[in-house]
């Protein structure tokens, strides 16, 4: 059997009377890449903060690497890496010395110094950069270093938070490719983000709203259970102009759980057995849509968070 490497119980986190995390459990597998997805405010970094020991919970407890978050946390931190929301770095050192003084906080010896530094910049391909200042690299590299800052220490367990936020979209492929390798080598992953696309790159996926975790599971699994229905893009085919009628039209219709608006045309969303494209066709031909196109697509976690967190999510 797996080993449990994260194991959270009932978690609650309270700032006066506002809850920023409520009464959340789940577990985390050795090995496992498991995304924690939100929007901004959904409490992922108090749930980080708490299973690090920085942040006492109001409610509930929480085993990391079999050791409590409330009467442990001096055990875990050396443990595991964290790369915080706003990393720190330091601009004026270069690459090698932002590794070797955060190997350096981590307690890593002397001796071994020097050692892990280069192999942390031949594993996340940070070479040939080295001796550049930190506060010269774009921002990929500088989100790669700071994943090698977190990795210094080889830790078993990592947390990541918000890690590709505000790098481009190359740069995020790259990160992931080398999240999937660290975990291949056996490292735990804990990261977060506000991307609800990059919960494909996970092996399971938590959907965290309002401080609630509205469900956990793998990504093929979070589709199937949380929209049981279908997906189906509609094009009207009348021009832009006419969109939003054909959703007044679409809205009304019985098994249609929900019509949005996605880019040039319309995502619906029907209950299970409840439409065919044939049949969504003739309600479109009804709202005066001769022309329509009807196909049946695989949900996006997009479709899934809006489906769990209702109409609340779209603002
Ligand atoms: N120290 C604090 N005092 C009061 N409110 C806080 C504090 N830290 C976080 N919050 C609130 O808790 C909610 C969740 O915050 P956070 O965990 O940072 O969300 P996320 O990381 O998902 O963006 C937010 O509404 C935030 O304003
Ligand atoms: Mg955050």
Redesign the pocket.
């Known amino acids: 059997m797996a080993e449990t490497v994260i194991d959270v119980q009932k978690l609650t ?1 309270r ?2 009377d ?1 809850t ?2 409520n009464h959340v459990s789940f577990q985390v597998e050795a090995g496992e890449v498991l995304g924690y997805l ?12 708490m299973l690090l020991g920085l ?1 006492q919970p109001t409610e509930g407890e929480a085993l990391v690497l079999g050791k409590s978050i409330r009467t442990q946390a001096e055990l875990i931190r050396p443990q595991v890496g964290y790369m915080s ?1 706003k990393f720190a770095l330091y601009d004026e050192l270069t690459m090698r010395e932002n590794l070797d003084f955060y190997a350096g906080i981590y307690g890593v010896p002397g001796k071994q110094r020097a050692e892990r530094v280069r192999e942390v910049i031949a594993s996340l391909e940070l070479g040939g950069r080295e001796n550049d200042q930190a506060g010269e690299l774009s921002g990929g590299w500088r989100q790669r270093l700071a994943l090698g800052c977190a990795l210094v220490h080889h830790p078993k367990l990592l947390f990541l ?2 890690p590709t936020s505000g790098v481009d979209p190359s740069a995020r492929r790259v990160f992931w490719d080398l999240i999937y390798g660290l975990a291949a080598q056996g490292v735990t992953i804990f990261v ?1 983000t ?1 991307y609800m696309d990059e919960a494909e790159h996970c092996h399971r996926a938590g959907i ?1 709203f309002r ?1 609630n975790l509205l469900a956990l599971d793998t990504p093929s699994g979070l589709k199937a259970s949380a929209l049981p229905g279908a997906a189906w893009d509609v094009s009207p085919d009348h021009g832009g102009a006419s969109l939003i009628t054909a959703l007044t039209a679409l809205h009304d219709v019985p098994g249609v759980v929900r019509a949005g608006l996605a880019s040039d045309q319309l995502r619906v969303i029907t209950a299970p057995n409840a439409h065919t494209g044939e049949s969504l066709l003739s309600v479109m031909k009804k709202a005066g849509f001769p022309d329509a196109k009807v196909e049946q697509v695989e949900p996006t976690l997009e479709d899934v968070f809006i489906a769990l967190a209702g109409h609340d999510a779209t603002v």
Do not use: C, W, Y
């Open positions: 986190k700032f006066g506002f920023a995390v939100g929007p901004n405010g959904s409490g992922k970094t108090t749930t980080i903060r942040l929301q938070d918000e977060t506000h965290m401080g």
